[in-house]
């Protein structure tokens, strides 16, 4: 018995890229689908490359070929989501009875709902996100203890000017914000009336000031008062320190790449690609991505790195004086209003 023409034909299929090959007679196993009608496809074919082109998900079609090919099987990739993989099925008009078989090995059920339209009334699936969170919740509560205190402090002050200048206020207001900016976010993505990126952008950057709450821990830590108290003496050795691993970077940059300049295998491109290497040898932290590797760079590696140790020792006992000197006043409970930093 003669087989229909074209049945024993290699048919070459192109899905964004990727091209197929099957016979003819393997997609005309199912032909209410699409590519199982020659009349379906025929809008496809490419006549100058002589295949079928199809703007489609590539990853999906490997599995709709193979359906095809076992007679009937379907097995969704990993790497293909659900929706993406029905809407492919779709596409190829493999039927309701192949999507059936699909969702009910997923685990969806054989009667999935159908996407949803403006009518229907469905109810949607409880959220876990956004404001039915538990961490929501318990952020809520203490925001709202926060906001009565600082409320609180607020009306009771003599001076509003001279509240809003204490740094301590500033950081508990700073530590608040954020929870309301992210609110106001939330309400106007859910309401429809914000746009996402740049919702997405505010919600990123609340997101890093919200790190500021840990500074509410300073009100009631004398631990970190010191600190506070300390770094605020020490600003001026702080910045001699800065200034002096500022200049040791530039010159330490510049040398090592003139030592390494001759090895075409080097690392030390630049001198701003340098920057980065001298302040983690000065620094003495060394993570070992970046290492010169001829003597001349070695040397200005090992000069760097007792450089670094000098610069970053040289102003520490003036800080640790500070330190001790405002431990010890603590202790004796006195008043730190007035502070003159004791001479080196």
């Excluded at 039927?95 to 969806?108: K, V």
């Excluded at 821990?217 to 050795?237: D, K, N, P, V, Y």
């Amino acid at each position: 018995m003669a087989e229909p023409p074209g049945c024993c034909e290699r048919v070459a299929i192109n899905v964004s890229g990727r091209r197929f090959e099957t016979l003819g007679r393997t997609l005309h196993r199912f032909p209410d689908t699409l590519l199982g009608d020659p009349r379906r496809r025929r809008r496809y074919f490419d006549p100058r490359r002589r295949e079928y082109f199809f703007d489609r998900h590539r990853g999906a079609f490997g599995a709709v070929l193979y359906y095809y090919q076992s007679g009937g099987r379907l097995r969704r990739p990993p790497d293909v989501p659900l929706d993406v993989f029905l809407e492919e099925l779709r596409f190829y008009q493999l039927g309701e009875e192949a999507e059936g078989r699909l969702r009910e090995a997923e685990g969806c059920g054989a009667e999935a709902p159908a996407p949803r339209t403006p009518n229907a009334s469905s109810p949607a699936p409880p959220s876990r996100g956004g404001l039915s969170d538990p961490f929501f919740v318990v952020e809520t509560a203490c925001i709202c203890w926060f906001s009565l205190e600082l409320l609180v402090r607020l009306l009771a002050s003599p001076s509003k000017a001279a509240f809003f200048r204490s740094a301590m206020n500033l950081i508990d207001l700073v530590a608040i914000a954020p929870y309301f900016v992210a609110l106001g976010a939330e309400l106007a993505s859910r309401r429809g009336a914000g746009q996402p990126a740049m919702a997405l952008a505010v919600l990123r950057v609340v997101r890093l000031v919200r790190v500021f709450r840990v500074f509410k821990l300073s009100r009631h830590s004398t631990g970190l008062q010191i600190l506070g108290r300390t770094l605020r003496a020490s600003m001026r050795e702080l910045g001699l320190l800065i200034f002096f691993l500022l200049i040791g970077v530039v010159l330490f940059s510049s040398a090592v790449y003139f030592a390494e300049a001759e090895d075409a295998a080097t690392a030390f491109t630049s001198i701003p690609q340098a920057f980065w290497w001298a302040v983690v040898t000065m620094t003495t932290v060394g993570y070992g991505d970046m290492a010169p590797v001829t003597a001349g760079g070695k040397l200005v590696g090992s000069l760097c790195a007792i450089a670094g140790v000098l610069t970053i020792s040289l102003p520490v006992p003036v800080i640790v004086s500070n330190f001790s000197y405002f431990y010890r006043r603590e202790l004796r409970g006195g008043d730190a209003a007035d502070y003159a930093p004791p001479p080196a």
